[in-house]
């Protein structure tokens, strides 16, 4: 079946240090790819997607680029902030009439001053 | 343009009564679907709703869960004879539908459900 795998955490940097959080797939069709971040005690939100090979997603300053070679889409920022701690999620969803996501289990992200 | 609004926010069950969660999806959204997040774990998918119709209900435990999309008013997904191991957040997402590649879910705040 479909799943995702990312890096665990959790993740603790300083300010202004580069993230880099891992996150590969497993799936029977050609998905679509999203990271979603959850601030403590609120729902999840999308923070970018790719659609297709090569893309590259962005918002906020986090990038993350969709590649079927390695079956990945890292999610990469180089230059966190204190409001950046969150979870953050990897997710993927089949094209084919609706979207049922599949997520990894979470990466824990804390910014230190 | 109102989100999906989920209601109630937090919700505590003794354990073996009924637990009625409600989801109303952002407007002009046909799709509704469930995730049921137990703590530090990643959100699991339950059931995917159209207006009166079950689309895939895989992902819901075969007994005591119920969902349902009606017509008119909110998506409810419905716990019978609560236990605790059904505390944990339940999310409700909602998207315009159709077949497209280039649409997203949006997710609720969710519903905190404790059963004590």
């Known amino acids: 079946g479909d799943s995702v795998t990312q890096m665990e955490g959790p993740v603790t940097l300083s300010e202004e240090a580069c993230l880099t959080i891992n996150c590969t797939y497993t799936a029977t069709g050609y998905p679509s790819l999203f990271w979603y971040v959850q601030y403590p005690g609120e729902g999840l939100q999308l923070l970018l997607k790719?659609?297709?090979?090569?893309d590259k997603g962005s918002n906020k300053g986090f990038e993350a680029t969709y590649r079927k070679e390695t079956t990945s889409f890292h999610l990469e920022k180089g230059s966190v902030q204190v409001s950046d701690s969150a979870v953050y999620f990897c997710?993927?969803?089949?094209?084919?009439?609706?979207?049922?996501?599949?997520f990894g289990t979470g990466t824990k992200l804390q910014v230190i001053p | 343009n109102a989100g999906v609004m989920q209601n109630p926010r937090h919700l505590v069950r003794r354990r073996g009564q009924e637990a009625r969660l409600r989801c109303s999806p952002m407007?002009?959204?046909?799709?509704v679907y469930w995730y049921r997040q137990l703590p530090e774990e990643g959100l699991k998918f339950m059931v995917y709703l159209q207006k009166e119709n079950i689309i895939d209900e895989s992902g819901m435990p075969k007994e005591r869960f119920s969902a349902e999309f009606p017509k008119e008013g909110p998506s409810i997904l419905r716990i019978q004879q609560v236990v605790r191991g059904d505390s944990a957040a339940y999310f409700c997402?909602?998207?315009?539908?159709?077949?497209?590649?280039?649409?997203?879910?949006?997710f609720g705040p969710g519903t905190r459900l404790t059963v004590t």
């Open positions: 790719a659609t297709k090979a090569d």
């Open positions: 997402a909602s998207s315009p539908g159709g077949r497209g590649r280039d649409y997203e879910q949006y």
């Open positions: 997710a993927l969803s089949l094209s084919g009439g609706y979207q049922k996501v599949t």
């Open positions: 407007k002009g959204h046909s799709h």
